[in-house]
Each structure stands twice: as C-alpha cells, then as structure tokens.
C-alpha cells in the first residue's frame, strides 16, 4: 500500500517517539498500517484513543484505580499524537488537544506518586502545568521539563517519571504555542521569559526546594532551556536534548510538516514568513551566557536537527560542560531512551 508522503515522513522520523513516550507498539502498528492519506492521521488515532477512554471507564467502575490510570495516559498520548501535526485542522487540532489534556488530568491523581494541577502567571495569563513530588523525599530539588514544537505537557510524562525516581520533583507546562496554549499565544523567541515565570512560581511552593531548579529541554526546549539559562542565574543544571543553536538555520532542510506546524503556531501567514521567525530563535549572542553545567545530548542521525546544532550550543556555552552523542539516535534519541534518559537524570540528580 502506497501511502502519503506526509504519512510516511511521520511515520519515518517519529515512529520511535510515539512508542517512547507511551504509546503502544502495537497500537501504533495498527493505526498507520491503515493509514493512506494524511487526512485519515487524527481519526485514526483518535480511535484508539476512544478505546483505551472506555477502558478507563470500566477500570473506574470497578475501582482499578491503577488499570485506569494506565488506560487514560494511553487514550492521552492517542489524542496528542493524532494532533500533534494536524495543523491544517484546527477543528480536530482542537478537539485533540482538549482530550489529551482532560485524559491526563484524570489521570493525574492516579499516578504513584501522584500529581497536581497547577497554573503559573506568565504576563496577562495563565499557563497550565502539573507538577509532581517523588515519594518520602522532603523539600526536593524540582526540574523543570520543557516541551517543543509539537509536544506538549502530558507528552514528558515518562521522562518525569525517571526524575521522579531519583528524587527529584517535576513541574511540566504549555508555554506560548505549546498545548493548550497554542491556540491563545503564539511561539516567542524571548522564551528565557517564561522559564523565569516558572521559577518565580516554584518561590511560592512550598513543598519543593526552589534553590535548586534543574531544566531539561526537548527539541525545539534545548533552545527555550538555553535561553533560561543563559538569562536566569537562580538555574542550577541545564540538560539540552536535541535542540536549535538557530531553529531557521536548516529551514530548507526541515521536514514539511515540522516547517507547516511552525508556521501555524508562531502566527506566520506563509512559509517565507515562517522562515524569517524561525531564525529569530537564536542563541547568538546569549549561549556565552550559559555559565551553570549543561549537558548537551544529540543523536547523530537526527533529520529534524542538524548535529553542527549541537556543537555550537557547546562551544558556545560558558559553564562546566558535557556533550553526549549517539552515534544510532535519531531526533531525541527517542530510538534509544535507555541511553539518554537514565543518564541524564542522574547527571541531573547529582548536580542538583
């Protein structure tokens, strides 16, 4: 079965993302063998979706608290991953987005340890975040997870849950463009001003120890994590995973749909325009200002961001540094969690 071009680019650089990040092989096998065209991606998705919500339900009916919590984080992903792209609906990206994030936040009490809605003042609004505390751990160091352009919130929950085991608290959130933001405010380069809006907040919480706060960005989040760290002192550790020294840098490079999301979420009105923002996120001129450790994580097979990215966040940077490349990953080595993720955490955990 030939299938659309769009169809087999997600299929060819994501596959590996979905399956790390909570959705079932074998779900995922039988949604895309399915799929011909890119306009049958959400509902493909969005069905199953549907299935694991309704297993939810009969876990809850019967007080399997445990089984529940584990079906609404499937329906959760489903729901995401049938959105994450499918800018070109905004009736279905919106319809997904609200599902994916009502899932989870059903979910939320659920989780060992569990977890709390929170929602975090950033100028004239409010974004939306869950933060959650390891167990028997007194006032712990918190990191702060942060999405990219297609993920969202709910999406970093099997990261967190590696933090989470070493001790450390999580706090996860859609800023501007992310998630359920996406559809109030639009992709900002000035990202460092967000990163500061959440460490403001961490002040006033008294179950974590806002002294230590540690970031951990994802894709187009390296870039949002550097520009924090570059501009906030109070960071203690910064993890950079996959990002842009410069997001316009490979424009032309970018996979199509990537370049068509951006465009929709940073307000573009066409790609030109889309381009010349994309190159306004930059860390030209701030990465020098990097000065706590950072970890920069890269896999040299990634098509999303090129590996020169990398290297220029790390010759860039100030501080202790480390740089961590695979030589099999693909975009966030999501081929390859096991290498990065446990590592990372407990780069994290020690310099926290």
Same mark, same amino acid.
């Given at each position: 079965?030939?299938?659309?071009?769009?169809?087999?680019?997600?299929?060819?650089?994501?596959?590996?993302?979905?399956?790390?990040?909570?959705?079932?092989?074998?779900?995922?096998?039988?949604?895309?063998?399915?799929?011909?065209?890119?306009?049958?991606?959400?509902?493909?998705?969005?069905?199953?979706?549907?299935?694991?919500?309704?297993?939810?339900?009969?876990?809850?009916?019967?007080?399997?608290?445990?089984?529940?919590?584990?079906?609404?984080?499937?329906?959760?992903?489903?729901?995401?991953?049938?959105?994450?792209?499918?800018?070109?609906?905004?009736?279905?990206?919106?319809?997904?987005?609200?599902?994916?994030?009502?899932?989870?936040?059903?979910?939320?009490?659920?989780?060992?340890?569990?977890?709390?809605?929170?929602?975090?003042?950033?100028?004239?609004?409010?974004?939306?975040?869950?933060?959650?505390?390891?167990?028997?751990?007194?006032?712990?160091?918190?990191?702060?997870?942060?999405?990219?352009?297609?993920?969202?919130?709910?999406?970093?929950?099997?990261?967190?849950?590696?933090?989470?085991?070493?001790?450390?608290?999580?706090?996860?959130?859609?800023?501007?463009?992310?998630?359920?933001?996406?559809?109030?405010?639009?992709?900002?380069?000035?990202?460092?001003?967000?990163?500061?809006?959440?460490?403001?907040?961490?002040?006033?919480?008294?179950?974590?120890?806002?002294?230590?706060?540690?970031?951990?960005?994802?894709?187009?989040? %390296?870039?949002? !994590? $550097?520009?924090?760290?570059?501009?906030?002192? =109070?960071?203690? +550790?910064?993890?950079? &995973? /996959?990002?842009?020294?410069?997001?316009?840098?490979?424009?032309?490079?970018?996979?199509?749909?990537?370049?068509?999301?951006?465009?929709?979420?940073?307000?573009?009105?066409?790609?030109?325009?889309?381009?010349?923002?994309?190159?306004?996120?930059?860390?030209?001129?701030?990465?020098?200002?990097?000065?706590?450790?950072?970890?920069?994580?890269?896999?040299?097979?990634?098509?999303?961001?090129?590996?020169?990215?990398?290297?220029?966040?790390?010759?860039?940077?100030?501080?202790?540094?480390?740089?961590?490349?695979?030589?099999? %990953?693909?975009? !966030? $080595?999501?081929?390859?969690?096991?290498?990065? =993720?446990?590592? +990372?955490?407990?780069? &994290? /955990?020690?310099?926290?």
């Amino acid at each position: 079965m030939l299938k659309d071009a769009r169809v087999q680019s997600a299929i060819n650089n994501w596959a590996p993302r979905f399956v790390a990040n909570g959705i079932d092989l074998n779900d995922f096998r039988k949604i895309t063998d399915k799929l011909e065209t890119w306009d049958q991606w959400f509902d493909g998705f969005y069905e199953m979706g549907i299935k694991h919500e309704e297993l939810a339900k009969s876990a809850l009916e019967q007080k399997r608290y445990r089984s529940a919590a584990t079906h609404l984080f499937q329906a959760s992903m489903n729901f995401h991953f049938g959105k994450y792209l499918f800018v070109h609906d905004r009736k279905k990206l919106v319809l997904g987005s609200e599902k994916a994030a009502s899932c989870y936040r059903q979910a939320m009490p659920l989780f060992s340890p569990l977890g709390t809605e929170i929602q975090i003042s950033f100028e004239k609004s409010l974004l939306p975040g869950y933060l959650r505390l390891p167990k028997e751990v007194v006032k712990p160091a918190v990191v702060i997870i942060v999405c990219g352009l297609d993920s969202t919130k709910e999406e970093m929950h099997n990261i967190a849950e590696v933090l989470l085991d070493r001790g450390l608290a999580t706090v996860v959130f859609d800023g501007p463009g992310q998630g359920e933001t996406e559809f109030t405010q639009n992709i900002r380069a000035d990202y460092e001003k967000v990163i500061t809006a959440v460490i403001d907040f961490l002040e006033t919480t008294v179950e974590v120890n806002a002294s230590r706060v540690g970031l951990m960005g994802v894709s187009l989040g %390296g870039y949002y !994590v $550097c520009r924090g760290a570059a501009a906030d002192k =109070r960071i203690k +550790a910064v993890v950079e &995973l /996959a990002g842009p020294f410069c997001f316009g840098a490979h424009w032309q490079d970018e996979p199509p749909l990537t370049r068509q999301a951006f465009q929709v979420r940073s307000g573009a009105k066409d790609d030109a325009e889309a381009e010349i923002l994309a190159k306004k996120l930059t860390l030209e001129g701030m990465a020098s200002n990097i000065k706590c450790p950072l970890l920069v994580v890269h896999g040299k097979l990634d098509r999303v961001i090129a590996l020169d990215e990398a290297y220029k966040i790390y010759e860039q940077a100030s501080g202790p540094k480390e740089l961590l490349l695979l030589d099999e %990953g693909n975009h !966030v $080595c999501n081929n390859l969690p096991y290498m990065y =993720r446990p590592y +990372a955490s407990d780069w &994290l /955990a020690n310099k926290l």
